[in-house]
């Protein structure tokens, strides 16, 4: 892998020469919030509800913000130099900072919370998505976007396992997200996913997506759980986020989604939706 550029702590190094403390409460309890922001042809999509988003993370686990926005900004201007012509997405990500010695309770007074920011391409996925459900074993506050992700990366890898891309999550019988993306099925001609809540996170491009169906009359949205057979029955499905857009999904548990002969191929109404969520990302791009 060639050397990135990373900005850490205030410094500009790279990832060949990067070094965070041992104490770092990330490190140590995975006591921070990330976000990943995609550009496209160097081009930040969705920068505002990211940032937003991580003011609210930041918020609920009680970090102060680190940086200005426009501090941000120029960090984020300064990954994408390279990225003219190319996809990207920012990774960024701010821990409690690195109190000695380790101690549950958060250091009093505060120590300065650590920072970091990078930048990697956006590589190419297929067409469609093959997926596996799996029960959900998270916390009760994955509305945070923390960058403890140990119960997402379990059920990644039981997936990547049994062969497939995606797991998706059931809580008590009902769908809530893949492991790191959010879900909709098609049903009856009605886009269904499930409510925000502390149950799970709301994604930036499921949110984005919602605005624009509902903004242009598309399809009707029904923000409600599905149960996994109603998944298994459900016309078409795709998952949403800000690395993959709108990617359908074929095949869930073995099974083709969707009946007759357009089965275990993307669906009408994901491509018509996904057409318009393209022309989104057209349309708020600057001019050159
Ligand atoms: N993951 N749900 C979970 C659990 C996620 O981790 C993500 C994003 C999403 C989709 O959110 P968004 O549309 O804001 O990207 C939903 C990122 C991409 C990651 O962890 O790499």
Redesign the pocket.
């Known amino acids: 892998m060639s050397a990135r550029p990373v900005y850490l702590n205030g410094e500009w190094c790279d990832t060949a020469t990067a070094q965070v403390s041992v104490f770092d409460r990330g490190y140590l309890f995975g006591d921070g919030v990330y976000e ?1 922001i995609p550009a496209f042809d160097g081009q930040l999509f969705g920068l505002e509800p990211h940032m937003d988003r991580l003011s609210r993370s930041l918020r609920e686990i009680g970090i102060s913000e680190p940086l200005a926005r426009q501090d941000w900004q120029e960090i984020f201007d300064r990954l994408l130099e390279d990225y003219a012509g190319r996809d990207a997405a920012i990774y960024l990500q701010v821990t409690r900072g690195a109190p000695v010695p380790r101690d549950h309770a958060w250091p009093d007074p505060p120590t300065a919370p650590g920072v970091m920011a990078t930048v990697s391409p956006i590589g190419a996925h297929s067409d469609g998505a093959r997926a596996i459900t799996l029960p959900d074993q998270r916390w009760g506050r ?1 509305d945070i976007k923390t960058i403890n992700l140990l119960p ?1 990366t379990m059920a990644r890898q039981r997936a990547v396992e049994q062969g497939v891309d995606e797991a998706i999550l059931v809580r008590d019988g009902l769908v809530i ?6 879900l909709f099925a098609v049903i009856g001609g009605r886009l269904v996913t499930a409510p925000t809540g502390p149950q ?2 709301a ?4 949110g984005l997506l919602i605005d624009l169906v509902r903004r242009e009359g598309l399809v009707e949205v029904d923000e409600s759980f599905i149960t996994v057979s109603a998944l298994r029955g459900a016309d078409e499905v795709f998952l ?4 993959k857009d709108l990617w359908p999904v074929l095949e869930i548990d073995g099974e083709p989604v969707g009946q007759g002969k357009g089965a275990g191929r993307p669906g009408p109404v994901t491509r018509h939706l996904d057409g318009h969520f393209q022309q989104l990302k057209q349309s708020q791009r600057r001019p050159a």
């Open positions: 990943v994955c997402n997200e893949g492991s790191a993306t959010n799970m996170l994604g930036i491009t499921r949403t986020s800000s690395t």
